[in-house]
């Protein structure tokens, strides 16, 4: 059974940076894609950042780039979200899942999410 727990969320004031984690077991990590997606109060959850199986290709949607790092640890079945400038916006509930690399679509079930809050 595939478990993501997601962390290293909290309050922070705009401008600022938090650095999420989230460590998979149940699944062949060094094999899976994977990504990083947000819900907002109200709003569908939406794709952030994705990472391919070794860490060589990256991917991350318009509203995040040049602020946002996505990076993987294989060998700590770990993917982190490095994130910087933060925006009022940017306040969500963060989850990471595996994904399917062509689409960014998530595969599988989903962890209880870090939430991200940041202030003005």
């Known amino acids: 059974q595939v478990q993501l727990v997601e962390s290293g969320g909290g309050l922070v004031q705009a401008g600022g940076s938090l650095r999420l984690s989230c460590v998979a077991s149940g699944l062949t990590f060094s094999s899976r894609a994977l990504g990083w997606f947000r819900q907002a109060p109200g709003k569908e959850r939406e794709a952030v950042a994705a990472?391919?199986?070794?860490?060589?290709?990256?991917y991350y949607v318009d509203f995040v780039k040049g602020r946002f790092t996505i990076s993987r640890d294989n060998a700590k079945n770990t993917v982190y979200l490095q994130m910087s400038s933060l925006k009022v916006e940017d306040t969500a509930v963060y989850y990471c899942a595996g994904i399917f690399w062509s689409t960014k679509a998530p595969i599988g079930s989903w962890g209880q999410g870090t939430q991200v809050t940041v202030s003005s």
């Open positions: 990472i391919n199986s070794i860490g060589t290709l990256t």
